[in-house]
């Protein structure tokens, strides 16, 4: 059993930053990616960023709308991984999940808010 948790979330204004935390527990061995998501109010789950896990080279796949502003980074040894979030804009107001992937599961954290708004 894999336990995740994200931190880090809170309110900003537009053009500020953020950095997102998401630690892994338990049974963690055999994590082989892991990424992060968000979900706003009336929308669809939607991809963020992820990252390999595995490989001396961290792979990494960002969402067309935060190429350029968002940098997801990883601390492979304590299966971590962390989101660094520059000139937020209101649109990136959602709660941010984090997910690793190990074996066939799929293990998701609670998520944490983050708002952006003046």
């Known amino acids: 059993q894999v336990m995740v948790a994200e931190s880090g979330g809170d309110l900003v204004q537009p053009g500020g930053s953020l950095k997102l935390s998401c630690v892994t527990s338990g049974d963690i061995s055999s994590i082989y990616h892991m990424g992060w998501y968000r979900q706003a109010p009336g929308k669809e789950r939607e991809l963020v960023a992820s990252?390999?896990?595995?490989?001396?080279?961290?792979?990494?796949e960002y969402g067309d709308s935060v190429k350029g502003r968002f940098t997801i980074s990883r601390d492979n040894a304590k299966k971590m991984v962390f989101l660094q979030m520059n000139a937020l804009q209101p649109e990136d107001t959602a709660v941010y999940y984090c997910?690793?992937?190990?074996?066939?599961?799929?293990?998701w954290g609670q998520g944490t808010q983050v708002t952006v708004s003046s």
């Open positions: 997910r690793a992937l190990q074996n066939a599961q799929i293990f």
């Open positions: 990252i390999s896990m595995t490989l001396s080279r961290d792979y990494t």
